[in-house]
Nanobody
């Protein structure tokens, strides 16, 4: 059973930056490095949306809404992925969820709230 714990959320002013972390436990580094790791977000009254993806070869993909502002990276030695969020906007306010996908395995974290407001 893979467990994901997100951290780094909080209140940030528009234009500011925040780094989210997601640590995976219950899985070896040898397995973790093959997982596709995703960040999703869900704003109040909206559907959950895929924000960023990082594959085993460290290739990344981003939604149009965050492209050029967010950077997703991974540290396999620490079973961790990081989402660096820059130039934050009020519309980035949401609960951010980490997701682990490998074959049929599909695990989610509990989410971390990011609020962008002055």
């Amino acid at each position: 059973q893979v467990q994901l714990v997100e951290s780094g959320g909080g209140l940030v002013q528009p234009g500011g930056s925040r780094r989210l972390s997601c640590v995976a436990s219950g899985v070896s580094e040898r397995i973790f490095r093959f997982a596709v790791m995703n960040w999703y977000r869900q704003a109040p009254g909206k559907e959950r949306e895929l924000v960023a993806t990082i594959a085993l070869d460290d290739s990344t993909n981003y939604s149009d809404s965050v492209k050029g502002r967010f950077i997703l990276s991974r540290d396999n030695a620490k079973n961790t992925v990081y989402l660096q969020m820059n130039s934050l906007k009020p519309e980035d306010t949401a609960v951010y969820y980490c997701n682990f996908k490998l074959a049929r395995a599909d695990y989610w974290g509990q989410g971390t709230q990011v609020t962008v407001s002055s």
